[in-house]
């Protein structure tokens, strides 16, 4: 099946740093780019939707000048946590639609510090 | 109550029983229903995929959908060690793929050699 690759797998940062998030598809084009977010013991939870070269759509509650997507081309985007917090350390996964399907990436653990 | 339910177990069994996994939801727009397995460390990969009320067969796996009772369940027969991951239930309104998921917690399998 198609890859989506998502990195880094794993990532620790202090209070107040930024941190990037990429997930690229490898043999697709990916149009939409969708970014969720998964707390200890709870849903999946969207956090936006992205298509190529528009600007992110961002669910209630999900600020939008916090976390910062990028879906620049076809085959990536990138999630910005900016100025995290340990309040942001969670599961963030990635899900690239093709126009088929939709395939998800690895997912990235971030522990803010 | 959240739009979907889904018992997070853990779920313990012995290699060759028969595995049945349930969801609840509240949304009655719900149109599309999905099973995701999601092994540790890795992105949830779609496993089922149903369209409204049935049932769906897969090797050993079987999807059934009851929208009168807003319940879905996911069967697998003759299970292996190799189906010891997490199942997330999944729903979509519309689109299937391209739109919009919500998630189950997802429900944590072992299977027993």
Redesign the interface.
Known sequence: ?AV?S?HP?RVICKSGTSVKIECRSLDFQAT?M?WYRQFP??????MA?SNEGSKATYEQGVEKDKFLINHASLTLSTLTVTSAHPEDSSFY?C?A?GG????????TRLTVV | QKEVEQDPGPLSVPEGAIVSLNCTYSNSAFQYFMWYRQYSRKGPELLMYTYSSGNKEDGRFTAQVDKSSKYISLFIRDSQPSDSATYLCAMSEDGGSNYKLTFGKGTLLTVNP
């Not at chain 1, 013991?41 to 969207?46: D, G, I, R």
């Not at chain 1, 088929?100 to 997912?107: N, R, V």
């Open positions: 099946g989506v998502q797998s939409t969708f013991k709870q849903s999946l939870m969207l939707t996964i899900r639609w088929t399907e939709a395939f998800f990436g690895q997912g």
